[in-house]
């Protein structure tokens, strides 16, 4: 949905992933406005909506990119996003975009984040939503909220890999030339000072994920960055918003779904590759970051290749 003045970048990035030539058999995808026709943008080309709102009646998906300036959009589109929610549309918003759902109030009571450098405002305007300005993306099932700009390059490729699963996500982002998984949050784009930690982390990083079959520590990720644990620890949290640990189990799991998708491996085998020790712990963990079972997801996502 391009809400006038839309930000051009948000809308291009969602059309990139899920409009793109090679999705066409995935994916219909279409551009809609209030009323078709012309939508201004915020960088002064306009762009052509070929669809009004009833083309949401179709949707399966709804995204709606940032728009500018801030106001509430009509009734007739917030009216619009609120049927679109009643009947089950999966919705989400890229950036400044997330002011629109909020206005609707479709964020009242649920977490959501939007660009740092509007926090303030947001907060203000909506206090029944849980605002967190330091992540990259919120996923509260139905709806879905990013942070700014190209934190909307992230949550797309969070939606693919939830309709199609991780290895086809992946192919995805390396055809954008993009990080599959980025694991740190919109603080270090912000004004607030922050350590500089250099490439030692992400080199750290790059070692756990060689070595996530064996059992690692705080102990072992500070030693091999040459910290002490403690110092380790607050600087990996500054830069990725997450604690070492949390952020180890996720490129488990992920390493878990990859396998499921791309092997015949057994359960078993899968968990002690990726370090999460058991079947038992593998079944818990992708319960809990996918809400399925490991037979369920190699169903539903094995590569046919």
Do not use: K
Not at 155 to 163: A, E, F, I, Q, T
Not at 242 to 250: F, H
């Amino acid at each position: 949905m391009a809400l006038p003045s839309v930000v051009a970048f948000d809308l291009s990035v969602v059309a990139q992933i899920f409009g793109h030539v090679d999705e066409r058999e995935h994916y219909s995808f279409v551009v809609c406005a209030e009323r078709a026709g012309p939508v201004c943008s915020t960088t002064g080309f306009g762009i052509e909506a070929p669809a009004g709102l009833d083309a949401l009646a179709q949707a399966d998906t709804l995204v709606v990119p940032g728009f500018g300036p801030l106001d509430d959009p009509s009734d007739a589109v917030l009216d619009a996003l609120r049927a679109a929610a009643a009947r089950g549309t999966r919705i989400a918003s890229v950036c400044v975009g997330a002011f629109a759902l909020a206005a609707a109030g479709l964020l009242d009571g649920r977490g959501a984040t939007t660009h740092w450098e509007h926090a303030e405002e947001f907060r203000t305007r909506f206090p029944a939503v849980r605002l967190n300005p330091d992540v990259l993306y919120v996923d509260e099932g139905q709806v879905l909220t990013s942070a700014g700009i190209t934190a909307g390059i992230d949550l797309c490729l969070h939606l693919y890999r939830l309709d199609r699963g991780a290895a086809a996500a992946a192919e995805v982002a390396r055809r954008m030339v993009v990080a599959f998984h980025r694991p740190g949050g919109q603080a270090q784009f912000s004004h607030r000072p922050l350590p500089e930690p250099g490439a030692g982390l992400v080199r750290t990083c790059d070692w756990a994920v060689a070595e996530m079959h064996r059992p690692l520590s705080v102990h072992h990720l500070a030693r091999h960055a040459a910290m002490a644990p403690r110092t380790f620890a607050r600087l990996f949290r500054a830069e990725t918003n997450m604690t070492p640990m949390r952020w180890l189990n996720l490129q488990r799991v992920l390493e878990a779904q990859r396998l499921l998708e791309a092997t015949d491996l057994a359960v078993d085998e899968i968990a002690r590759r990726c370090g999460l020790g058991t079947a038992v712990s593998l079944r818990a963990q992708l319960a809990r970051h996918a809400g399925t079972t490991p037979s369920a997801y190699r169903a539903a996502f094995r590569s046919s290749g």
